[in-house]
């Protein structure tokens, strides 16, 4: 996602919640499941709605319905293809991005230090 400034390497914030709904046009991050656990990918997508073209049918051949479009989930880069979100546990949603940080500005700490500090201040 170089083109919304997001390089190989950086740390990103994500808003996570069980969404009811999502707003379109938001960067959502979306997890791929895989075959077996643990092997499922997880990826920043463009979270576009389309709805359905003049003629009426897809490429399948199955009918289109205009009040109900297709959800595509576009990355920025072109070397990757859309994805069509389905109705099939596949794909999930799993937060909205927020922002990025280069790993030079992340301080990363023990989660233990943090309880500690708790105790501490508390």
Do not use: C
């Not at 920025?76 to 990025?100: A, I, M």
């Not at 790993?103 to 708790?118: A, F, N, T, W």
């Amino acid at each position: 996602m170089i083109e919304r400034d997001v390089l190989d390497g950086d740390f990103v914030i994500i808003q996570h919640s069980d969404f009811e709904y999502l707003e379109y046009g938001k960067i959502v991050v979306v997890e791929r499941l895989g075959e077996e656990e643990g092997m499922g990918a997880w990826t920043l997508k463009h979270l576009v709605l389309e709805h359905p073209g003049s003629s009426g049918r897809n490429e399948f051949g199955d009918a289109l319905d205009f009040e109900n479009p297709s959800i595509m989930l576009r990355g920025y880069n072109s070397q990757f293809r859309s994805w069509l979100l389905d109705p099939s546990p596949q794909y999930r949603v799993r937060g909205v991005f927020l922002r990025s940080l280069r790993p030079e500005d992340v301080r990363l700490v023990d989660s233990d230090m943090i309880r500690r500090l708790g105790t501490v201040a508390g």
